[in-house]
Nanobody, 122 residues
Framework: QVQLAESGGGLVQAGGSLRLSCAAS????????MGWFRQAPGKKREFVAA????????YYGDSVKGRFTISRDNAKNLVILQMNSLKPEDTAVYYC???????????????WGQGTQVTVSS
């Protein structure tokens, strides 16, 4: 069992940056690939980024590639999403999730946090 808690969301102007954190508790955090997803009102939950259990592999959704960076610190049970050059269309609730396989498919993710709101004003 893994418990996840996101933090770092807020309101930012377009072009600005935010840093989201996901703190994990429970056993065997380093055995899980980790991902970030987001969901805007009226839209499906969307893949943002994923990182392998050791951190050597990362993968990004097309809409955030080159602007967002995912990283992890297994010693601290922490996953970070650094978001730069934010756009109004990045506005959504952002969720941290844990998965067995390294995947962009949300169906592969077993554990989810409660989400943190990110709002980008134009």
């Amino acid at each position: 069992q893994v418990q996840l808690a996101e933090s770092g969301g807020g309101l930012v102007q377009a072009g600005g940056s935010l840093r989201l954190s996901c703190a994990a508790s429970g056993r065997m955090f380093s055995n899980y690939a980790m991902g970030w997803f987001r969901q805007a009102p009226g839209k499906k939950r969307e893949f943002v980024a994923a990182i392998s259990w050791g951190g050597s592999s990362t993968y990004y959704g097309d809409s955030v590639k080159g602007r967002f960076t995912i990283s992890r610190d297994n010693a601290k049970n922490l996953v970070i999403l650094q978001m730069n050059s934010l756009k109004p269309e990045d506005t959504a609730v952002y969720y941290c999730a844990a998965s067995g396989p390294f995947s962009s498919d949300l169906r592969e993710y077993d554990y989810w946090g409660q989400g943190t709101q990110v709002t980008v004003s134009s």
